[in-house]
């Protein structure tokens, strides 16, 4: 939750969201998910950028139906796990 707060906080998302939607956002995200206790490296890397790693071992730990992102080194795995575009998943959630 704290690289969602982070990373929507910077300054090239302001022309789409205003700090106060960034922490309503983040907020309701955090009211609506799971949360799962980190699971360790794993065993078998997938991304080309080892830092996210933990974001693909806690999908895959916590069986998540999309991983939302749109980093290239993640977006290259949609065959391998559930990753969508932000765009994509708000499309799904109309």
Known sequence: MSELRAVLRRDKFR????????????ELIRRESTSIEDPGPSAAPLSEDP?????????????????????PHLTRLRSRIPVKSPRELLDLLE
């Open 51 to 71: 830092g996210d790693e933990y974001l693909i071992q806690i999908a895959r730990v916590a069986r998540a139906n999309a991983f939302v992102s749109g980093d």
């Open 15 to 26: 022309r789409y969201v205003s700090l106060d939607e960034v922490e309503a956002f983040v």
